[in-house]
Structure formats: structure tokens, C-alpha cells
């Protein structure tokens, strides 16, 4: 079955990087919209970033500039750089995967594989 698997959360100070990593399997990873995630307590569920097929990406106005989505096919692993972390980064991020084109790739509800998750906090 479809699993995706996240890792490379944890806690920085503002301004500070981290990488988050989500390795796939059970599926043709190469083939698949892949995206970032992240809600934060009380929050909804938001798109961070997301790369189709063919390497196109998409990002949210509020990480413009400071993130980054990658991926890889031979390891069947999607990335996200993320530079100059703000406190309102904080949350869970989740990546998340669909067999096809996308047309709102930023929208939850167009994915229908999910990881667990892991956790990003930035301190002030």
C-alpha cells in the first residue's frame, strides 16, 4: 500500500533552516503530485508547497522566497527546504501524494495519501 513516511521536524530559533524529508513507497513515485502541508493548533490544514510530475512548483504566498520543494526520484524522496523560519511556521507538516495532475495543488482535499507528520517549532 501507499506509505509516506516524514522526517526532519524539530525546533529552531527565528531566522534558523531546517530540511524536511518524506521517502515514499508502494507507489511509482515519479509519476505522482507530491505536496507539503502543515496546520498548526485550532488551525485548519494548509498547502505549503507542492511539485507535480514534471518538476513544476507551486508555493504559498506566506513562503515565498523562504521555502523550497524538491524531490527525487531515484530515492523516492520529497523534500522541503525551509529558510528563515518565522514563529507563525510553527506546526505540523505532512506530505502528501495524488496519482495525477492537480488542479488546486495547494488544496488538501485533491490529495489522497497522507504521512503522519512531524513537527517544525520556531521560537522567538
Known amino acids: 500500500q501507499v506509505l509516506l513516511v516524514e522526517s526532519g521536524g524539530g525546533s529552531v530559533q527565528a531566522g534558523g533552516s531546517l530540511r524536511l524529508s518524506c521517502v515514499g513507497s508502494g507507489f511509482t513515485f515519479s509519476t505522482y503530485s507530491m505536496g507539503w502541508f502543515r496546520q498548526a493548533p485550532g488551525k485548519e490544514r494548509e498547502g505549503v508547497a507542492a511539485i507535480d510530475s514534471d518538476g513544476r512548483t507551486t508555493y504559498a504566498d506566506s513562503v515565498k522566497g523562504r521555502f523550497t520543494i524538491s524531490k527525487d526520484n531515484a530515492k523516492d524522496t520529497l523534500y522541503l527546504q525551509m529558510n528563515s523560519l518565522k514563529p507563525e511556521d510553527t506546526a505540523m507538516y505532512y506530505c502528501?501524494?495524488?496519482?495525477?495532475?492537480?488542479?488546486?495543488?495547494?488544496?488538501?482535499?485533491?490529495?489522497?495519501?497522507w504521512g503522519q507528520g512531524t513537527q517544525v517549532t520556531v521560537s522567538s
Open positions: 502528501a501524494a495524488y496519482p495525477g495532475p492537480l488542479a488546486t495543488p495547494l488544496a488538501a482535499w485533491e490529495y489522497n495519501y
